[in-house]
């Protein structure tokens, strides 16, 4: 008799639960914390900072060895 009024109980607890549980998921799923931020930010510089030396790189190989591309 116990279970039988304790199971629409647990049923509402467990939906309101599940409901709120999925809320705070999608609220966070978009953001990113500042130190991922911050990282991003170095990350990026690092990339231009490569992409740089690439750029240099390809200039000397286009002087040194005109058709390298093509090899």
């Given amino acids: 008799m116990n279970l039988v009024a304790l199971a629409p109980f647990l ?3 467990g939906i309101v639960w599940i ?3 999925y809320k705070h998921l999608n609220k966070t ?3 990113i914390t500042d130190d991922q ?3 991003l930010t170095q990350m990026s ?3 231009d900072i490569l992409d740089q030396r690439v750029a240099v790189l ?6 040194e060895i005109p058709n ?3 090899k």
Wanted: proline share 0%; no cysteine.
């Fill in 58 to 63: 390809e200039r000397i190989l286009d002087d």
């Fill in 19 to 21: 409901s709120l549980h």
């Fill in 29 to 31: 799923a978009g953001t």
């Fill in 45 to 47: 510089k690092i990339a």
């Fill in 68 to 70: 390298w591309r093509e």
């Fill in 37 to 39: 931020a911050m990282e």
């Fill in 11 to 13: 049923m509402v607890v």
